[in-house]
């Protein structure tokens, strides 16, 4: 070798081998989401509801075009990002969400989850999980009142005739076991939250329907198998390794809608393969552990959040470079 010659280490894969375009793994995800915002449409009414769900993307929209114009940064409108991240926001509200909450919420989720971060690409947590932990944190009630599905059909349109506890919030206050007589049976209650006519937020309801839209993003080839699987797995197994209901588990609260929109964010998640995996047990663990400790029925927006603040640490665990050996008392 010369001496104008450079060593070169190439670290493990993966290795970024083609571009694809940010607007089309945007317009997959909201393809994706279709199922579930037509299932909140349909359980929670198209008036309301949908105006929480229009709102909240032309919020994110303005919030994203103004970002843009105050930091003086290239239109990133038409990558469909902040609709995205507006749709994802719509659906982890409540169907009775005031206006006025959701574009906070909006804000929140552009300017505190991504711009000041430097933007789509550079944000260390999920936007649209850090505006509902924004309205969460500053309006716990309005965030904790929950439609009951074809509310408007009930002759009395009082807030106790047509509100009701979600199942996480009736295990937290009451007893598993008063959920069950509640619905009957557990056989009862497992085909309600797959088929999604259960009191929630807007998209998280139907766990069937978020799983049609989570395999659409495999096959596309949008997100990996891995964060959403072991997540899911994860929360199975620690639910049983803690007395709960593992079916239960799974099928309740925002799991999915978390597990494959939320938690395969691709810049609040890991790269390596390994570090997905780790990832997924981590936040799977801390959705149990949050689930059935703290005061909060679910945990799945702080799971995610908190493993998002893991995340490098997770990628910096990767196989060995071959051929690359350490040195005792001294570096590679």
Known sequence: MTEDMVDLVVTSAPHVRKKIKTSQIMRDVL??????????????GTGHT??????????????????????????TLWDFSSGVTGLLLALVLPPGSP?????????????????????IGSNPFNPALVGRAVLMVSWPTFMTMWLKPFYWKIGSQSLDAITSATPLNIV??????????QFGSKIALYKVLF????????????????????????VKKVIDWRIPFTYIISVFVFSFIFG?????????????????????????SPVMPKGKIIFGIFVGFLTVIIRQFSPYPEGVMFSILLGNAFVPYFDKLRPHVYGVFAKRGGKA
């Open 31 to 44: 393809i994706a989401l279709v199922p579930a915002t037509v299932g909140g449409l349909y359980f929670f």
């Open 50 to 75: 949908l105006g929480v769900i229009i709102v909240a993307v032309l919020s994110t929209i303005l919030a994203e075009y103004l970002g843009n114009l105050i930091f003086r940064k290239k239109s």
């Open 99 to 119: 206006y006025w909450m959701v574009v906070v919420g909006a804000f929140s989720a552009i300017f505190i989850g991504k711009i000041i971060f430097g933007g």
């Open 172 to 181: 937290k206050l009451q007893s598993y076991s008063a959920l069950i007589q």
């Open 195 to 218: 088929i999604g006519n259960v009191g929630g937020c807007i998209g998280e309801t139907s766990a069937l329907l978020l799983l049609i839209g989570g395999i659409y993003l495999l």
């Open 244 to 268: 709960r209901d593992p079916l239960f588990s799974i099928l309740a609260g925002g799991l999915f809608l978390g597990a494959f929109f939320m938690a395969t964010d691709y810049s609040s």
